[in-house]
């Protein structure tokens, strides 16, 4: 099945399901008042820490800094 989805988008399964979740995280961070620690379970992240990582891995920042910016 990854070999298909990879032929077909070009991108790995990987790839597309760490793309919808970082759009899931920044919907949350612009249009909610949780707070990072509810984003990331609410993601099933087992902590905070590791979906600051992963977040700031993904789009080149904090989650606070991407929700106080603009």
Known sequence: ???T????????????IAR???????AQLKST???IQEISYSLNFPNVS????YFKRHVGM???AYR???
Not at 5 to 16: E, L, V
Not at 20 to 26: E, F, N, P, T, Y
Not at 50 to 53: A, L, W
């Open 50 to 53: 590791f979906f600051g990582k």
């Open 62 to 64: 904090s989650p606070q």
């Open 5 to 16: 989805i990879k032929q077909i988008t070009g991108f790995t399964a990987s790839d597309i």
């Open 20 to 26: 919808m979740v970082i759009l899931d995280a920044k």
């Open 33 to 35: 008042e949780l707070t």
């Open 1 to 3: 099945m990854c070999t």
């Open 68 to 70: 106080n910016s603009q």
